[in-house]
Nanobody
Framework: QVQLVESGGGSVQAGGSLRLSCAASVYTYSDYCMGWFRQAPGKEREGVVALFTGGGSIDYADSVKGRFTISQDKAKNTLSLQMNGLKPEDTAMYYC???????????????????WGQGTQVTVSS
């Protein structure tokens, strides 16, 4: 059973930084597509960034390019998202997700990944 547990959310002022972490049991099995998604109240889910844990391309949403960086530490079974230059429009619940291959590495909110965490709230004030 794949388990994903997010942490690291919080409240910051615009321009600040946060680092989200996802403790992922997937790393003990094989390679997966993984990513971060977000959803603000009253809005559709948005893909933030996606990658394949076995390597290859990383896809960032245009809205976060140059500000957010995804990384993984397989030894610690952790997927992280470093968020710099945060803006009020980044306020949302952030979710870590994973999918079995064959899978799609695209930062899209319409992706139906198989496994999802409970989410961690990020709030950015102006």
């Amino acid at each position: 059973q794949v388990q994903l547990v997010e942490s690291g959310g919080g409240s910051v002022q615009a321009g600040g930084s946060l680092r989200l972490s996802c403790a992922a049991s997937v790393y003990t099995y094989s390679d997966y597509c993984m990513g971060w998604f977000r959803q603000a109240p009253g809005k559709e889910r948005e893909g933030v960034v996606a990658l394949f844990t076995g390597g290859g391309s990383i896809d960032y949403a245009d809205s976060v390019k140059g500000r957010f960086t995804i990384s993984q530490d397989k030894a610690k079974n952790t997927l992280s998202l470093q968020m710099n230059g945060l803006k009020p429009e980044d306020t949302a619940m952030y979710y870590c997700a994973a999918d079995n291959p064959p899978c799609t590495v695209v930062a899209s909110g319409t992706l139906e990944y198989n496994y999802w965490g409970q989410g961690t709230q990020v709030t950015v004030s102006s």
